[in-house]
């Protein structure tokens, strides 16, 4: 009987502690009213409140929160796009009260602001200003917000543009025309590089036949040393120059005839010649080998006065 009165009594007491006594967690805020009346904010740690006078109507988070926004909207060129925008944000310590009691969705209000904003400041931009004023945007929407939000006791610390997503068919667009571009400019590259390669080309030619030439022109003007100093030495030997420009003939028709039959696909063209012309290249053949036998029994008869 005795341990029944106990329980009767301990009970109850549990059961009015536990109404005095609640414990409000770190970065929160409790709510309390009395009699269905605001009374006081509490701050985290264990408080105390009068049991059934008092009551702990809720509780808001100080922490920064973050909400993310989903937007379709149109650009100046007529293309629908997709805007992601995060809205970090918090409760004001000192306006706890103006978030509990003047805001019942937050989450709705800021959403709707953030529709506002964006539909108002991108539908005056073409796509490819989305994408390079996106903080604009961002900053836009933040100041919008700050202002609006501010008497609700939210302060918006940050909001941010985290992705722009156009239609399908759009980026396939955008997706061939940089390809378009890079490709042109691929072209130029090239082209660029042809046409170096044929001024550089030319220019070696160009060098290739200057030396060409100029090495032609030392070949002919040895030639004609060498047969002038030939002539001379013909002349000594008592042969007119008319003899001895016939020597010379025939010695390089034979040294032609020579480097012909050395060479093994090389063609031999004879053109015709007149009977007149025939017999006087003949003549002059047998002069100049008359030539070649006077010049040699010259040499022998200098040869033997000089043994004398």
């Known amino acids: 009987m005795e341990s029944l009165l106990i329980y009767f009594w301990i009970f109850p007491a549990l059961l009015l502690l536990s109404g005095v006594f609640f414990i409000i967690n770190q970065q929160t805020a409790g ?5 269905g009346k605001f009374h006081s904010i509490r701050q985290s740690g264990l408080q105390l409140k009068i049991p059934i006078i008092d009551r702990l109507a809720g509780k808001l988070s100080l922490k920064i929160q973050q909400l993310d926004v989903i937007i379709e909207t149109k650009t ?3 293309v629908f796009v997709k805007l992601k925008v995060s809205v970090q944000y918090k409760v004001i310590k000192e306006k706890v009260y ?3 009691y003047k805001l019942d969705f937050p989450h709705e209000q800021i959403t709707s602001y953030v529709f506002d904003v964006v539909r108002a400041e991108v539908p005056k931009m073409i796509l490819d200003d989305v994408f390079l004023k996106k903080d604009d945007i961002a900053i836009a929407v933040k100041s919008e917000l700050n202002v609006a939000m501010m008497e609700y ?3 918006i610390i940050k909001t941010l543009v985290t992705d722009i997503d156009p239609d399908a068919q759009v980026k396939e667009a955008m997706n061939r025309i940089n390809a378009s571009e890079r490709e042109k400019v691929a072209a130029q590259f090239e082209g660029d590089a042809a046409r170096i390669l044929i001024v550089e080309k030319a220019k070696a030619e160009a060098e290739s036949k200057r030396l060409q030439g100029q090495g032609i022109a030392d070949q002919r003007r040895e030639i004609a040393r060498g047969l ?3 002539v001379s030495v013909l002349n000594k030997v008592d042969i007119n120059s008319q003899e001895a420009s016939a020597l010379i003939v025939v010695t390089q028709h034979y040294d032609t005839l020579q480097s012909i039959g050395q060479e093994t696909n090389s063609n031999l ?3 015709p010649n007149s009977p007149q012309a025939g017999s006087e290249m003949l003549n002059n053949m047998v002069a100049s080998f008359t030539a070649s ?3 040699g029994e010259e040499m022998k008869k200098a040869a033997a006065k000089k043994k004398k």
């Open 31 to 35: 709510v309390i009213e009395r009699f």
């Open 76 to 78: 100046k060129d007529d």
């Open 98 to 100: 103006d978030a509990f």
């Open 153 to 155: 006791g939210y302060d």
């Open 228 to 230: 002038e100093e030939s």
């Open 269 to 271: 063209i004879l053109l």
């Open 293 to 295: 036998n006077q010049i």
